[in-house]
């Protein structure tokens, strides 16, 4: 058993504006954890991995397949693995969240 406290990672800004902090980690999965600034971009990507998330602070508006799904606190989403998809805050207020990768993450490219 692992307990990961978010006071004990270190975050990493992948993106201008967007900060994020591997937390927890398994075989099969792993928790992360993400800060998106006011006016900060996710850029369009895809990834092998299937992603659930949940927004505790702020709204994030995302993009995929030509639709937007706008996400607030107590919202959780669900993106496939290899789906396209990108992210933006488009509000007044940082956005804050987990998402849970499975397979999991390793060393994203963010990281180095």
Known sequence: MERVSLSDTDSSE???GVHLAIMA???EMN????????????EEHSHPHEQTGF????????????????????DSYAIPGEQSHAAEN?????VRGVDVFSP?????????
């Open 14 to 16: 992948a993106a201008d």
């Open 104 to 112: 999991p993450r390793e060393s994203p490219a963010w990281q180095d």
């Open 55 to 74: 927004i505790y602070e702020g709204e994030l508006t995302f993009h995929s397949d030509g639709e937007e799904l706008v996400c607030g606190p107590g």
């Open 90 to 94: 488009r509000g007044d207020e940082t």
């Open 25 to 27: 980690g398994a075989e």
């Open 31 to 42: 928790v992360q954890h993400f800060e998106i600034e006011p006016g900060a971009t996710v």
